[in-house]
Structure formats: structure tokens, C-alpha cells
């Protein structure tokens, strides 16, 4: 049998021979500090993270597995010498390696036949940054602080601020061996990631039992880890992953203990058989306060509820909502769980991983389009004591999004393999995601509009776009604006796009010098017409202002540079001769009209309608937005939508006369002009792709 075609058990019996081997525990310094840390002077920046983002990079899953098989055997401390040392660091790589081809090798097994699952489980990218395991365990488990202290000993703030302290510790006394300049491959290395219990305590203030009793609860030593047989076995330095030899503690990975500070608990818990059904409802409730709370600060309390009942004219229960956001004529529906994914999926166990899969995400899908159907048809809805729940207007939009507090690995590739989705012309395209995509999500778009704006495009091209991980999709977003041509199937997007949205977190979160927020939709074109219109429409709660911050937020760079110079030569001249200017386009399947005048509003307005009514009925566009803005300051002062498919009217027919070209400006090369009359046949300039004798000759 070639090299590339050993087994995955082979491969997996390879690596535990080298990860039980003399001093491997300075080849697991190595590793993590090679795959993990990243070097950078004055401000963080895209060339200093590129390396973790490239293929030869071992992920946390790989160094977290000969982790585990170190924890198997007796834990030497010995230094092997650097040249041993250089021989493990290459097999081990090595056997990584293969192992990632042996995987996909895996023959069938009874149920255990979903090779490809399984692979993309273990080698699917982190949900969550470590701060965020960090920050949302205190609210996780406030409710049960109670039981912590009786139980344990100590609170959960506790158990935080000591992960908080060990993960700073490491990274100054990594930093400040790798400032040594004595190189890695050397046995100081090792002492870079010990811990001491009595400098926690100092930094922290919690008294010495505590701290010692929480790094004990996190720690696994050797002949610790002997059902640790295969990958996706259960793995002891995943649920404790400080290593203990003697006295002496190592935490190699930070990451690690955030996450296990945020999960293992709920274990400890569980095996108390009176708190369990109490914690079990904490954990439900974490979730539903979470997305409250999110919702609340983008569309304020007036807009967000909790635990909604659709009702029927007996007040009988037709669905529940967990969290329900009313904006304008949109709806997003939030339905929560806190599933895990269980060992036998993680095995490839393809009946365990569509069960867990239900579980988790189709039946919250599910009764999320139950909710929307009801809500649809003009359904009643009460709050949790049954008083009626009004919104604001009939709902034309409704967005399905299940979600979840615990890491779910290789999410968005199962969602396409297993998610049975209902779509309708008002109930959307579900968005799955968890509490720590939204935690990113509301920290960018902390406007209505510009979140909706985000939830919409996001839902509407569902699984056209392919990313290991949501946030790599959001970050595009960020850059550019989230737009699919109607012609592209779908669009692969690699991680590395990611850097500049995970340094704008780390500058946010953790206080590093970087850029605060990517170059892109949130920071170009701040001065711009466009960027004034979308200020003053991020928070009207209506739908003409919806559609027309939507339709604005849909725009390219490109485009909106091109209104920008229309609209600003438009107000320009307004303001200048005190006379009536106005510009038409065309976006889609939608027109937009400014008309810029001082004109008193029953005049303006009439005015507005009549040139809109026209302007829709020669283009032939389902849907006509326009707007009176006010010259000098920009501001909206009222606007019109009409919405209607197009039908022949004689009564427009003998009103519509040939557009006067006085005052019309066109783009020509990049520069604003006055507009030449176009041959009958030619393009019109007004952009709507139809020829002017069927459009603004008329």
C-alpha cells in the first residue's frame, strides 16, 4: 500500500507513537507557537496575519489531537535535543498530512459511511474568537452562580477573570521569549507556556483555593486519555486543556481554555441530576436574552419581542416565536437552541448527524416558517402573558433565522447538505448562524437599516455563496458590498478574506492597534449624496424608506460615485438659481427620482408624483421610488413609492410628452454634462437600457 493511501487508524497509530515519544511536549510548544502566533510592530495589519490563513497551517483540531495523544502516556519533560526535536516537528507534520488524505479514504462502516462529513467536521474553521467564549460565559452561566459557589466553590466571573489572566500571561511570556531572539527550536520554549498559580493569584485577587481548584478543573495530565482512540473520540484535552506534569502547568492554547471555560461547565452541571432541567432552561434562556438583547440595541425595545405566541380567536398557542423583530414590513424571526453536536456525528455516524442536525437546526427552522405562515395570513400575536402584540404594518418580508450558542463545526456545509427549506414570495430564505456570528454582525451594522440591509442580500443568496465560515461572507460584505451577478451559480469565497474583519475585532475587542474598521461599504464614500441619504433613512420605520435604504445599500462603489456627481451637480444648481432640477435612474427593476426645489409641498409633491408616474410607466419598472430633497442640507423632506406591475393607460399615454434635455446632466467618460439628444435608436441617457425613442422621447 502506497505511502498516500495508509488508513486513517494506521495514520492515527503513527502520530501516537510520535506524541508519546521522549520530550514531545517541547514538539507541542513548537507547534503551537509556530501555528498560533503572530508577530507585528506599531499597528496589525494584513501581511502580519496572512500566515494563519495559509493551507500548510496546522488548525486548532490538529494540535488539539496530538495534544490528546500526549495525554495518553506518562508526560516526559526531558529535553530530546534540537535535532530530535526538528525530526518529531517534521513527522508530525508529516503524518498530519496524510492523515487529512487517509480520512477521505474511510471505507463504509455500517452508519459510519459519511467520510466527508466527518473530515469536514474536523477540519471545519472556528466559530468564535477566544474573547468571545471569554465574554459570553459570564452571561451564559450568570444565572447559575448560585450553584457555582455552592457546587464548586467559586463564581463564574471567577472562572472567566482567570482565563482572562492566563491568556495574557502566556502572551507576554511568549512574546517575551520570542524577543529573546534565541530562536524556537530551543528548550526555553516550553517554559514560555507555564503557568503560575501564585501570579494568577496576584493578578486576579481571587484567593489561592480558588484559582487552584479552577486550573485544576481545567487540567489533564498523563495515562489521562486512554479512550482517546480515533479523531473524533472523545478527546480530554479538549474539555481540559492545561497539561499538568507534577506541579508544573502548561497551557499551550488559549483558545482551547476560552472555549472549554464556555462549554465544560454545562457538563459539570449536567451530571447534577436535580439542576439539571434548571440548568438545561438556563441555557434556553441565555440564548433568547442574547438575541434580545442584541436586537434591542439596533431596533430599539418598541420593535423587539420575546417569547411570542401566535394565537388563534380562542387564544389556543399555533406556534411560538423565541425573539421577533417588527421593522417596517419586515419580520426576522429568531428560533433558539443550544445543541451540540454529539460524538457519533463527529464519527461520521450519518444517522447520528442528520438526527443531531434536526435537532439543532431543522426543527427550529421549521417552526420559524410555521410562525411566518401564521404571521403571513394575518395571525394573532401575545406576548408570554397573552396581551396583544400589534405591528406596525402588514408584512411583506420574512426572514427565518435559527440560532445557536454552542460551536456546531462545519455548520454552513451541512445546512446545504440537510436543511429541507419552504421559501415563498414573502417568507425568504433561511440565514442560519450562532450568538457569536450575531455578536460580529450587530458590532458592524448597528443600524436597522444597514442590518436588515445585510439579513436580506445574506438570505436572498443562501447557498449561491460557499465560504467554510459565515463571517468569511460577512467580511466580503464589509469590503465590497455582498452582490452576486444573477448569471454566477455560485460563489467560492476563500478564508483569507477574513484578516481584515478579524484585526477590526481584535482592535475593537482587545484593544490592539489596527484598523478599527475594513475599508469598504462603512467607511467610503462618508461625504457623499448617497451616504447622506442612508443616514437619514437608518432608522425611519416605514417601508418606502426600507426599500429605498435597501435599494441604496445595494449599490456597487462604482455606481454610487456615479449618482453622487449627478446628485451633487443636481442640489448644486438648485441652490444656485432657486429653480426646480431634478435626475432619474434606473437600479434593477426599480427607478429612483430626486426632484430638488423650494417649492411649497402640495405644489412639490404633485409635481414629484406626476414626473414619477411617468417616468415608471415609459420604463416600465414594477416599482418607482421619489424623493424632495432639500437643497443645501439634503435632507428628505417627504417621499412616494409606487409599486404596481405595469399595464397600458391612455390616460398616460396622452400626458407623457418628449423630455426637454434643458438641465439634463449625464455621465459621459467619469465627468458630469450637459446631455446631447440621443439618436432615436441610440441608448438613452438616462441609464435604463431601453432606446431613447422608447423612453425619454417620450
Not at 316 to 331: M, P
Not at 369 to 393: E, Y
Request: net charge negative; with cysteine; charged share 20%.
Amino acid at each position: 500500500m502506497g505511502k498516500m493511501q495508509k488508513t486513517e487508524v494506521e495514520v492515527f497509530s503513527e502520530l501516537e507513537s510520535l506524541c508519546t515519544s521522549h520530550g514531545f511536549i517541547y514538539c507541542l510548544a513548537l507547534l503551537s507557537c509556530i501555528n498560533n502566533i503572530t508577530i507585528y510592530e506599531d499597528k496589525l495589519n494584513f501581511k502580519d496575519v496572512q500566515h494563519l490563513y495559509e493551507k500548510e497551517r496546522l488548525i486548532r483540531t490538529e494540535i488539539s489531537t496530538v495534544a490528546g495523544l500526549l495525554l495518553k502516556s506518562e508526560i516526559n519533560i526531558n529535553y530530546p535535543g534540537e535535532e530530535a526535536l526538528l525530526k518529531l516537528y517534521e513527522d508530525v507534520n508529516a503524518s498530519l498530512n496524510i492523515l487529512h488524505s487517509a480520512m477521505l479514504l474511510t471505507e463504509k462502516n455500517g452508519d459510519y459511511n459519511n467520510a466527508i462529513i466527518k473530515e469536514s467536521i474536523f477540519y471545519a474553521t472556528e466559530s468564535a474568537y477566544d474573547f468571545q467564549y471569554l465574554d459570553m460565559a459570564e452571561e451564559k452561566y450568570s444565572l447559575d452562580n448560585s450553584w457555582f459557589l455552592e457546587n464548586m466553590g467559586f463564581t463564574c466571573i471567577d472562572m472567566v477573570s482567570v482565563g482572562r489572566c492566563i491568556e495574557s500571561i502566556i502572551g507576554r511570556q511568549i512574546n517575551d521569549f520570542l524577543n529573546g531572539g534565541q530562536g524556537i527550536f530551543n528548550e526555553w520554549l516550553l517554559n514560555a507556556y507555564e503557568l503560575s498559580i501564585n501570579e494568577i493569584v496576584t493578578e486576579t485577587g481571587i484567593s489561592y483555593v480558588k484559582v487552584r481548584t479552577i486550573i485544576d478543573l481545567f487540567s489533564s495530565g498523563g495515562n489521562s486519555n486512554e479512550t482517546f482512540q480515533s479523531v473524533s473520540d472523545f478527546n480530554i484535552f479538549n474539555a481540559r486543556p492545561i497539561i499538568r506534569t507534577g506541579d508544573r502547568y502548561y497551557c499551550f492554547s488559549a483558545y482551547s481554555l476560552a472555549q472549554s471555560i464556555y462549554e465544560t461547565p454545562f457538563f459539570w452541571m449536567n451530571n447534577d441530576k436535580k439542576y439539571r432541567p434548571i440548568s438545561a432552561q438556563h441555557r434556553g434562556q441565555f440564548v433568547e436574552d442574547y438575541v434580545y438583547r442584541k436586537m434591542t440595541s439596533i431596533f430599539g425595545i418598541e420593535n423587539v419581542f420575546k417569547n411570542v405566541y401566535i394565537v388563534n380567536y380562542n387564544n389556543e398557542t399555533l406556534g411560538e416565536i423565541d425573539v421577533l423583530v417588527s421593522f417596517s414590513d419586515s419580520v426576522i424571526i429568531y428560533q433558539a437552541k443550544s445543541k451540540k453536536l454529539t460524538i457519533e456525528a463527529r464519527k461520521g455516524n450519518g444517522n447520528a448527524i442528520q438526527k443531531d442536525f434536526q435537532g439543532a437546526i431543522q426543527d427550529a427552522y421549521d417552526q420559524g416558517v410555521s410562525c411566518a405562515q401564521f404571521i403571513v395570513s394575518g395571525a394573532s400575536l401575545t406576548d408570554q402573558n397573552f396581551n396583544r402584540l400589534n405591528l406596525n404594518s402588514s408584512v411583506s418580508r420574512c426572514y427565518i433565522v435559527p440560532i445557536i450558542s454552542e460551536h456546531y463545526p462545519s455548520l454552513s456545509f451541512q445546512v446545504r447538505q440537510y436543511l429541507n427549506v419552504k421559501i415563498t414570495n414573502e417568507i425568504y430564505p433561511p440565514f442560519i448562524m450562532d450568538v457569536f456570528l450575531l455578536d460580529v454582525l450587530t458590532e458592524f451594522l448597528n443600524t436597522p437599516l444597514y442590518f436588515l440591509s445585510y439579513i436580506d442580500r445574506r438570505s436572498k443568496y443562501n447557498m449561491r455563496v460557499f465560504s467554510s465560515h459565515e463571517l468569511t461572507v460577512f467580511s466580503l460584505h464589509l469590503k465590497q458590498n455582498l452582490w452576486i451577478d444573477n448569471e454566477c451559480d455560485m460563489f467560492m469565497l476563500h478564508d483569507d478574506i477574513c484578516a481584515d474583519l478579524d484585526i477590526a475585532m481584535l482592535v475593537r475587542r482587545k484593544g490592539i492597534s489596527g484598523k478599527h474598521t475594513p475599508s469598504g461599504i462603512l467607511t467610503l464614500h462618508q461625504d457623499g449624496f448617497i451616504r447622506k441619504i442612508i443616514n437619514s433613512l437608518e432608522s425611519e420605520n416605514h417601508k418606502l424608506a426600507m426599500d429605498l435604504g435597501l435599494l441604496l445599500l445595494s449599490l456597487d462603489s462604482d455606481a454610487i460615485e456615479n449618482i453622487n456627481k449627478i446628485a451633487n451637480k443636481t442640489i448644486f444648481l438648485s441652490s444656485l438659481d432657486k429653480k426646480h432640477h431634478d435626475f432619474s435612474t434606473v437600479i434593477g427593476d426599480t427607478g429612483i427620482t430626486v426632484h430638488c426645489n423650494y417649492y411649497k409641498k402640495d405644489v412639490a409633491g404633485k409635481k414629484l408624483y406626476e414626473h414619477c408616474i411617468k417616468r415608471k410607466y415609459i420604463t416600465k419598472c414594477k416599482k418607482w421610488i421619489g424623493i424632495h430633497v432639500r437643497p443645501i442640507t439634503y435632507d428628505i423632506n417627504y417621499g412616494i413609492m409606487l409599486d404596481f406591475e405595469w399595464e397600458y393607460s391612455s390616460d398616460i399615454e396622452s400626458i407623457i410628452t418628449p423630455t426637454p434635455l434643458q438641465n439634463t446632466l449625464v455621465n459621459v467618460k467619469g465627468n458630469m454634462t450637459q446631455a446631447k439628444r440621443p439618436g432615436r435608436n441610440e441608448p438613452c441617457f438616462c441609464g435604463s437600457g431601453k432606446k431613447y425613442k422608447k423612453c425619454c422621447l417620450r
